[in-house]
């Protein structure tokens, strides 16, 4: 459910907070007040395309909030979050936040992480089925009319396993299209793959030999040098007629006279020692390096065939040689499958033909279910549309399939559905779409969706204009139906009509006021009395006389 809405700095609001309750949210005021403000705020919070001309004058730019409890939420919401990046809902919380400048800039966050308006449009249609003046028009969509009748059914399962039963199918045709090609281009393929797991099988590769060529060919393009320099070192430890061990002699017998003075120079005399030792082990080492390097040219020109051809191969298939060797795999596979290509295509054709006869058999299963269900679904929706005053109006849906494969296939099946209507008795019942009045569909959504309150799984449902061109016994019912769908999710509901005002559980106020020479609009949570006066003022004037009919219509609620 939706818990709190924050909006600052979008149109008449400079800063407004909204706690909502479970259950039926009713907001009111008069016309103008700002109680738009409210829908547009959410509408920006899900996705929705930003107007910079919505920002309140004055302001640099607009940020809406919203917190979620998703606890109960049915949507694989933690994993989604999680493939995206987002930071995991804290103690159930989901917090999305959405900011825009008069500049032009965009910034959206979910749980405190940012992300794109694609995601928050995603999450959106989980959390959220917003009904204003343009939103029931989804309705008209016979892929939304499909799903309905879909959820009426409880045929969700059924209809996934077709759709993975596509996709499946989808996978195995792309296989096969890359296989079926002209005997040219095979044989340009067989022969590029050939030449290239040729290429790379016999270079013999190793994935750390890189680096021990490069290593290698560095040592032997150099060798002239290293022993020039290895030579030069070992005459000035101790061939050279000034060499370092020739001067430590002289000056260990100097430390032996001073010692022989003085035996505490004793450690002066072992220092000498161990720097003479070390010295020795140098001259040594510097002996067995120079006699490792080899003035080799044929070795030199063998490493360096080697490292060009590690190079020549590194830039064709890879950065490294790790993934030279897993090309040379994959393409290893490539040519096996072109090589057997006959046998690999009658594979894929059976295949192909065995998905075809499920498909057949679930989409088939799938229509008559459906057609099973519209009569229900149609007589359903037809008692709710007579208590929402529509008494002799007609509700039907015409179902029409195409099964017929190999065809273009739709994930939901082979149907299509239009929903069928006649408001008025004598009429013949038209398309939805035919139809232009937006109350007229918004009391078609109102009952649709008391008929599926426990399938629906979206948990915030927002109605606007429901209630337009109904009056009396019809705008109680009206009321009555948003509470019987408020005992499965939290409804929010804009309304001028006092008779559905009543059935709310919370009821909300939207005023304007002048602050500091500047219109705001202000929202309040009305208790009792002041619920009347709301009330009574929607009924025509604080009077006595609808005073009264506001107690009569806050009765039992």
């Not at 075809?356 to 799938?366: F, H, N, Q």
């Not at 109006?393 to 559905?417: I, K, R, W, Y």
């Not at 999710?489 to 804009?494: A, K, P």
């Amino acid at each position: 459910m939706l818990t709190t809405l924050r909006i600052k700095n979008l149109a008449l609001v400079a800063d407004l907070t909204l706690e909502l309750r479970p259950g039926l949210n009713v907001i009111t005021g008069e016309t103008g007040a700002g109680k738009s403000v409210i829908l547009g705020a959410l509408n920006l919070v899900l996705g929705q395309r930003a107007d910079r001309g919505a920002i309140r004058g004055g302001a640099d730019g607009c940020t809406v909030e919203a917190v979620l409890d998703v606890s109960g939420l049915r949507a694989p919401l933690a994993g989604f979050l999680e493939e995206n990046g987002l930071e995991p809902c804290d103690g159930g919380q989901l917090v999305l936040k959405r900011t825009f400048t008069a500049a032009g800039t965009n910034r959206q966050f979910v749980n405190g992480s940012p992300t794109t308006l694609a995601t928050l449009a995603t999450l959106g249609e989980w959390l959220v089925d917003l009904h204003g003046p343009h939103e029931h028009q989804s309705l008209l969509q016979p892929a939304k009319q499909l799903a309905i009748l879909d959820a009426f059914g409880g045929l969700a399962p059924k209809r996934d396993a077709f759709a993975e039963l596509v996709r499946r199918r989808g996978a195995v045709e792309a296989e096969k299209a890359t296989l079926i090609v002209d005997e040219r281009t095979y044989a340009q393929q067989l022969d590029l793959l050939r030449f290239q797991v040729r290429e790379i099988t016999e270079a013999k590769l190793r994935p750390e030999e890189a680096e021990e060529v490069e290593a290698e060919f560095n040592r032997a393009s150099n060798s002239a040098r290293l022993l020039e320099l290895s030579q030069s070192a070992q005459g000035a430890l101790g061939e050279n007629d000034d060499a370092i061990l020739t001067q430590l002699g002289a000056l260990g017998r100097v430390l032996h006279d001073l010692q022989r003075v003085d035996a505490t120079a004793t450690p002066l005399v072992e220092g000498h020692e161990q720097a003479v030792s070390l010295l020795r082990d140098l001259q040594g080492d510097l002996s067995r390096y120079a006699d490792r390097i080899e003035l080799d040219p044929a070795r030199l020109g063998e490493v360096e065939a080697r490292l060009n051809l590690i190079h020549s191969l590194k830039r064709k298939y890879g950065g490294s040689l790790a993934e030279v060797i897993a090309y040379g795999e994959e393409s290893q596979t490539k040519l096996a499958i072109l090589e057997g290509r006959d046998a690999e295509l009658a594979r894929l054709n059976t295949e192909l033909a065995r998905l075809d006869t499920e498909l057949a058999t679930a989409g088939k299963a799938l229509t008559a279910e459906r057609k099973k269900l519209i009569p229900k679904l149609a007589k359903a929706v037809a008692k709710e549309l007579s208590a929402l005053g529509f008494k002799q109006s007609s509700f039907d849906a015409a179902l029409s399939s195409n099964s017929q494969l190999p065809a273009p296939l739709c994930l939901t099946g082979f149907d299509e559905l239009d929903f069928l209507f006649a408001p008025n008795p004598g009429e013949p019942a038209r398309p939805l779409r035919a139809i232009a009045s937006s109350g007229e569909l918004a009391r078609v959504m109102l009952a649709l969706k008391t008929v599926l309150a426990a399938e629906d799984e979206v948990p915030v449902l927002v109605f606007d204009e429901v209630d337009a061109n109904v009056g009396g016994e019809t705008a109680t019912a009206v009321g009555e139906k948003m509470r019987q769908i408020a005992r499965q999710h939290q409804v929010l509901c804009i309304t001028h009509l006092a008779p559905v005002a009543a059935h709310g559980d919370a009821h909300y106020v939207v005023s304007k006021e002048l602050v500091a020479g500047r219109t705001e609009s202000h929202i309040a949570l009305l208790d009792r009395a002041h619920r009347i006066d709301e009330l009574a003022r929607m009924l025509g004037g604080l009077t006595t006389a609808s005073r009264r009919h506001a107690e009569e219509l806050l009765k039992g609620h």
